[in-house]
């Protein structure tokens, strides 16, 4: 792909031209709002607070109430009139074309970590993500698909992307050891579910087959700003979160590009499938929004189906927005939500930054491969241990053994970043505010994975 210099001279300028605000762009006009849209047209569109007179990110995004995100929610809009509409596709799709292999003797009975379920499923995983993510970062950075990038004539930073692709290729590797644990478990009878005979078979099976759809990205929306405000702690910024705040102009790339703790305790958004009697598919759909959900919103540009200025301004000024769009409302109730962007320069437009951080040229610090050493070896001892057990542990062994991958890396997070010369990082509150969220991030985050890894670790139930 030719930088974004050469790019742009192939391109039409922005010529502020679109759709008076608060209109949607005529078009295929039976279609209205699906799946984010407008009238059928997915690109160069605005959303209709954005006034096309302003610079991007400029219009001020208006402040959200619980009862918007209520009635989106009631009158199902997060399902069919959001980019939900596309993802539910490609999870319905690959649910069915390629179902899991739940047999007593079928690969995903045989281990909750295994070569054999990681060569069946990985491939699928990565041509998910990075087929999804890779159409955003080509059509807007290479084809000019829209006009209104936050930063005007940003130059394309080919050591930014390499960085940001190996780091979501862990966080792929890391979905595929959550999924083979699931199935495991449901393959095993560790984990009851809801089997598609009998969500297919009934209008209560089908009923709590179509609810649990529409309550994922409900769930998604909850889960990621508590566990967002957890990784904003001092030494889980330092230590984890930092790794994904090196991209400031973010990319399709960069919403994946997390350190792997950060995807642990990312993709522990999967607890409804451990608290609920609910279908495969359910869990299959919060990965694929897990994994699919960061591309478009990180994209860098205004003027798209998913556009995403408020998550772009959290990049840009760290203590703010730490919810996902559609539950804005959250940032309202704790006070920090922020509208629009701050005119830091001459012409009134954010200065471009150079996210020297993110590349893979730098020798890492001795202090990031040491956390990132110590927190493997909190999965890795428990799966070693448990495997030499045969997944079959006596119940307060197995209890004792999965507090470490659930609970160990914010521990350690605490300890390396005690004795940390690294500055700066982590949110500030008063007491409760921290204590709170805290307590709330955990329960969020750390619970799932040793609930996950201590069902695993024991004969199933009688």
Partial sequence: MPPAAAADASR??????????????????????????????FFKILPPYVDPEKPPGFSEVPKP????????????????????????????????????????????????????????????????????????????????????????????????????LFWSLMGVIVWTGFDNVFAFLWATGRLGYLSDEQAFSSVLGMTCFLVGLAAVPLWRDVHFYFAHRLLHFKPMYQQVHSLHHRNTDIEPFSGLSMHPVEHLYYYACILPSLLSFVSPFHFLWNGVHLLLAPGASHSGWEDHFQADAYH?????YFECNYSGTPAAALDVMFGTFMGK?????????????ADAKSTLRTVPSLEFVGYLLASALCVGGWAYVAHLAG??????????LSLLPGFGPVLLAWVFSFFSSTKGGGASKSWAAALFHFVVGTLFCSVPVSVACYLASVPPAA
């Fill in 312 to 316: 772009y301004m959290h990049h840009r």
């Fill in 65 to 164: 109430t619980v009862m918007d995100w209520v009635y989106a929610a009631v009158s199902l809009r997060h399902v069919w009139a959001s980019p939900n509409t596309v993802w539910s596709a490609i999870a319905l799709a690959m649910y069915f074309l390629v179902p899991y292999d739940l047999a007593p003797d079928g690969v995903s009975a045989a281990a909750p970590l295994s070569w054999a379920f990681f060569a069946a499923r990985l491939p699928l995983w990565l041509a998910v993500t990075f087929g999804y993510t890779a159409f955003w970062h080509i059509t807007l950075y290479g084809l000019g698909w829209a006009e209104r990038p936050f930063i005007a004539d940003r130059p394309y930073n080919w050591d930014k992307v390499a960085h940001n």
């Fill in 341 to 353: 962007f701050k005119g830091n320069d001459d012409a009134g437009q954010p200065k471009v930054r």
């Fill in 391 to 400: 997944w079959q542990m006596h119940k307060d062994q197995a209890l004792l």
């Fill in 12 to 41: 039409p300028a922005p010529t502020n031209k679109a759709t008076p605000m608060g209109e949607m762009r005529p078009g295929l006009n039976f279609l209205g709002p699906l799946a984010g849209g407008q009238n059928g047209h």
